[in-house]
Each structure stands twice: as C-alpha cells, then as structure tokens.
C-alpha cells in the first residue's frame, strides 16, 4: 500500500486512494443510496433517523479448539438491521475480509430486498472472520456451533433467520439448526433456511438466486425491447449465483461469452458450452485449467463487449476507475454491492440499464421464503409450484421498481430503495413508536 508520512509521523493515504477507500465502504455505499431515496420520498425526518440505525449489533468471541489442541479465537458478528416487517431474515458468511460495517450494510441490504419483493421479513446477517480453506470440516464445524451457540439469543423462526452466504453452504446450516434444537429440547427446522432437502429444506432454493437474476435480465430486455436469442452475457463468479444464472441464461437463448471465478476469465465469441464449463467446476477445478476456451482476467472480463453483464462474485468491482468503459447495455447485479456509488453516476450518463442487487438478486431469499413457509406448514411444494411462485414474485417486483422509477424520474436503484424505503417507513407508522 502507498503511504506518505506527515512530519508529526501519522500515516496518511494519498487523496485518491483514500477516495476509493470511502467509495468501497459498503456501509456508507448503501447509506448515500438511501438518503437520496430518503429526500426523493420527502422522508419524515423522525423516521430517517429510525431507517438509518441498525436495531441490534452483536459482536461475540468465538473461542474453539484446533485438530492440533491449541485454542484460537475468532470474532463472530450478527446485525439485525430492521424487523419492523417481520422476523430478521440474512445471510451469515466465513471470510477474512468480514468487518462490522460490511455486515451492517448487508444486513440494511437485505431490508430493502426483503420490502422489495414484499416478503413479511426484516434484515440481518451475520459472518465469522477466518479463512475457511484453512479449517478443516472439524473445525469449522466447532466454530459453527459456538458462534450459533454465541448468538443464539437472537435466533429463531420468529425472530432471526439466518441463510447461506459467502463460503457457508448446506452443511453449516444444517449444523446451525442442530444446535438450536439441542438447546431447545425439539427440532426447529424454520431457524435457518438453505438446509439440506432432507432435513425440511426447499426444492428449488438453490437455483432460485439465478433463477431471479435469469428473471429480471428476461424482463428488462423485454422493457428495452431487445431480443432474447442470440444476445451476448457475461458473468463474473461461477459459484451458487453465477453457474445457475449462466446455465438457465443459456437455456433461454442468450450466449453465453464469458465467465469467471477467482482464479480469472475464459471466454468464446461464439458462446461457451455452459454444462461443459460447470462439469469441469464441479470437480472442484479452477476456470484458469479449463482447456477450451481463451483466458481473460477478472478485471477485462468487466469491460468486455456484450449486452449483458452480471457481475456475480463480490463488491465494489465496478467503480468510478472501470465504469466508463463497461459496454454492457443491461447490468444485472448477482452479487450484493458490486457497482460503488461513484460508478452509478457513470453508468447513468452512458444510458446503462442497471438491475440494482436489492431486485436482481432477490430470488434468493424469496426462496428462503418459501422455505420458511413450507417448514412451518410442514408441508412441501414440488419445484414447478416454487419456480411459479418465484416467477411471478420476481416479475411483479420488477414492474413495481421500474414503474416507481419511471413515475420519480430516478434509475432503478433510487426506484428499488423508494419502494422499499416506503414499504418499511408505512409498517412504522402503523406500528407507532413504542416508548
Ligand atoms: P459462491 O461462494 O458460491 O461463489 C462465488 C464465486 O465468485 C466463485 O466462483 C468464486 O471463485 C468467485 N470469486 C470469489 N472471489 C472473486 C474475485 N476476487 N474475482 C472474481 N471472482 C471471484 O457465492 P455465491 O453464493 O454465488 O454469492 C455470490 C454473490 O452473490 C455474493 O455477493 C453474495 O452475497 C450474493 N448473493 C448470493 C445469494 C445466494 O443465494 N447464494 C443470494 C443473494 C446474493
């Protein structure tokens, strides 16, 4: 990192990094898009103060031992952003990069989402720093359970719903509603969502976050009337996001032209053969091994010609350095905060169509949803019931965001936070201010 040093010896980063550094703060990211929604909505100022402060903030220590019997101690979050709507419903994530700000800005992220796709739920999520690749299944087992152990005043059906995010899976939420049902004396299928079919979770859950982005991406060609078959996609991240919307993209019409994962881009002009491509990951090998087609980095791979872009992986990788020379006419926003403020601004100027992460990705937790449901019910929808239902959830909140958009004049992120903003700041009203 480049630093220069001030005579009295503290450290300071030169303007434009420090400039960067405050465009990538994924909390103030989500906090200049929701005050400008906030004024365009002509917010009571009463409630954008509420709006703007998480409800609950929980920092744990989470103490486990190692295969090799010495102890480590790892920082475990949960934010509950807001429950106005109903209980917390968010991700929980295993990284090294995890802060307390960035699970507060997903925790509000899930809030709008939730409100976009009107789902009686709130926001939360949640996240452990440490390297999973550098656990083994013991371990991270172990610290699972403590963390879930840690928090879990917190959780349950009602309350606090936690999901799979980054580096979690099907197991860890099988080992979370384990716990919680060891501490409370039954099983409580409802405490997580993203389980194991078996074990109460929802066919179809898995696809549905892709299953969404391939949704919205269908519905804003048909708005821009551009055609389906033939038009170029490119997607960064081939994980649970990017490899289901590549294949039902592709099972649509669109050609597929290039994808990545962290090990970097392989791209075809002509079209990558997707099943090809997920066959050759399911092995567990990195696109850099894959043989037929050419290389590109994860940064050209942004920038490439195609209609259709959908950035899939992580943050903050579209900014005001790379937004001018995006060629996509149509982003659709897989992943949770990939475009920075600052990129938005550019993006708008060159007349690009962005589906913000709070609609395009929101298939995810719709299908948690229906989880949630089915679990408390205790009784299970075939997947053609649960592709329907997410269709027309995904379709609907679609029209909703671009027709708030359209009737305010704004793009389709200030459309999404409006509407969400005012879907939430509507239950406050009615539930008045306890005191
Ligand atoms: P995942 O772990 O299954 O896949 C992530 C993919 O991104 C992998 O292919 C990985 O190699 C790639 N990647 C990681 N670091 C990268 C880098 N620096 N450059 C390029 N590629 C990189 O994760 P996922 O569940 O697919 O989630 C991806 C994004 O979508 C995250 O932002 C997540 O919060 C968001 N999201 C996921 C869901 C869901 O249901 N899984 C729902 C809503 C939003």
Not at 97 to 120: F, G, Q, S
Not at 306 to 330: F, G, H, Y
Request: hydrophobic letters at 40%; a neutral charge.
């Amino acid at each position: 990192m480049t630093t220069v040093s001030r005579p009295n010896q503290d450290v300071i980063r030169p303007d434009k990094e420090s400039a960067m550094l405050a465009e990538e703060n994924p909390f103030e990211a989500m906090m200049s898009r929701f005050d400008y929604a906030a004024q365009r909505l002509s917010l009571d100022p009463g409630l954008y103060k509420v709006l703007r402060a998480p409800e609950k903030q929980i920092i744990v220590s989470v103490p486990i031992l190692r295969d090799n019997g010495e102890t480590d101690v790892y920082t475990g979050y949960r934010v509950l952003y807001n429950t106005s709507r109903g209980p917390a419903k968010g991700g929980i994530r295993f990284d090294t990069a995890v802060t307390l700000d960035e699970v507060k800005a997903l925790a509000a992220w899930m809030t709008w989402k939730c409100a976009v796709v009107n789902i009686p739920f709130g926001g939360s999520k949640g996240g452990v720093v440490c390297d999973p690749f550098q656990l083994s299944n013991a371990e991270l087992e172990r610290i699972t359970r403590r963390y879930t152990s840690a928090i879990i005043d917190t959780l349950g059906p009602d309350s606090d719903v936690p999901a799979p995010d980054i580096n979690t899976n099907e197991r860890v939420m099988a080992w979370i509603m384990d716990t919680y049902s060891m501490h409370k004396r039954h099983t409580v299928t409802a405490v997580v969502t993203g389980k194991p079919v078996e074990m109460g979770g929802s066919l179809g859950r898995r696809e549905a976050t892709g299953r969404g982005c391939m949704l919205v991406t269908r519905e804003a060609l048909k708005r821009l009337r551009m055609p389906v078959t033939g038009t170029r996609v490119v997607i960064q991240g081939f994980g649970n996001v990017g490899s289901v919307a590549a294949q039902l993209m592709e099972n649509l019409g669109l050609v597929v032209v290039a994808v990545s994962d962290k090990s970097g881009g392989i791209y075809n002009l002509k079209g990558l053969k997707i099943r090809d491509v997920l066959q050759h990951s399911r092995q567990r090998r990195f696109l850099s091994d894959y043989k037929e087609a050419d290389h590109i980095t994860n940064d050209d791979l942004l920038t490439l010609d195609c209609e259709v872009l959908v950035p899939a992986a992580m943050e903050n990788v579209i900014t005001s350095q790379n937004a001018k020379d995006i060629k996509a006419r149509i982003i659709c926003e897989g992943a949770n905060g990939p475009t920075t403020a600052g990129a938005d601004k550019i993006l708008e100027q060159n007349g690009v169509f962005v589906i913000p992460d709070i609609l395009a990705n929101a298939g995810g937790v719709t299908g948690s949803y229906f989880e949630w449901v089915q679990d408390r019910g205790g009784y299970f929808w075939d997947e053609d019931t649960v592709n329907q239902r997410l269709e027309r959830i995904m379709v609907e909140s679609f029209e909703e965001v671009a027709s708030m958009a359209g009737r305010n004049g704004v793009n389709l992120r200030i459309g999404a936070y409006m509407l969400a903003i005012e879907r939430v700041a509507a239950v406050h009203r009615l539930r008045g201010m306890y005191a």
